[in-house]
C-alpha cells in the first residue's frame, strides 16, 4: 500500500450472500456460538425463553437484514461494507466459489507458492450446496434486496427460487 495516495490495492476473495448467510446461520447460530447472542436477544422479545438452536434461518434474516451493518456481525456483514468497497481498489476479485479454479492466480497475487495445498476451511459447513435446500422464494428474496450492493459490486446473479 502506498500510504502517502489516498488509495491502497489489495485482493480479494468474496462470497455469494445467500451462501455466506447460510454459512453464518449453520455454524454461529446452529451451533450457539457467541455470535447467536445478539440474534437471540433480538428474538427473545418475542419468544421468550428461545434458544439458539430454536432460531430459524428465517428468523435469523429477519433480525440480519434489519441491522444496519455497524451492528451486524462480521460474519454476515455486508461484504461491500466489510471491506470498505469503492475506497479500496482491488486489484483482484475472486468469487469464494470459483477458488478451485483460481489457486494458481491467489498463489501469484500472494507470492504464496503451494498456497492450495496449505488451505482447508476447518468448520466448512457445505452452505453452497444446501441453499437449494433451505431458502424459499420469499428469503432469497429477502436476502437479494439487504445485499443488493454486495450482488451488484461482485457481479453475482440475483437468486431467485
Known amino acids: 500500500c502506498d500510504w502517502s495516495s489516498d488509495v491502497c490495492s489489495s485482493d480479494l476473495v468474496v462470497r455469494e450472500p445467500a451462501s455466506r448467510l447460510l454459512s453464518g446461520y449453520l455454524e454461529k447460530i446452529r451451533q450457539g456460538l457467541k455470535q447467536s447472542e445478539p440474534i437471540v436477544e433480538a428474538l427473545s422479545r418475542k419468544n421468550k425463553g428461545i434458544t439458539a438452536q430454536d432460531v430459524t434461518l428465517a428468523q435469523f434474516l429477519d433480525v440480519v437484514c434489519a441491522q ?15 471491506i470498505g468497497f469503492g475506497a479500496v481498489r482491488y486489484d483482484a476479485i475472486i468469487h469464494l466459489e470459483d477458488l478451485d479454479r483460481s489457486w494458481s492466480q491467489v498463489a501469484e497475487l500472494t507470492h504464496v507458492p503451494g498456497l492450495q495445498e496449505n488451505f482447508f476451511c476447518k468448520f466448512s459447513t457445505g452452505a453452497g450446496s ?17 445485499y443488493a450492493k454486495d450482488y451488484e459490486a461482485f457481479r453475482y446473479p440475483v437468486p431467485t427460487s
Open 130 to 146: 444446501k441453499v437449494g435446500e433451505n431458502y424459499d422464494a420469499a428469503l432469497l428474496t429477502k436476502v437479494a434486496k439487504a
Open 68 to 82: 444496519s451493518p455497524i451492528d451486524q456481525d462480521p460474519h454476515w456483514r455486508r461484504q461491500v461494507e466489510q
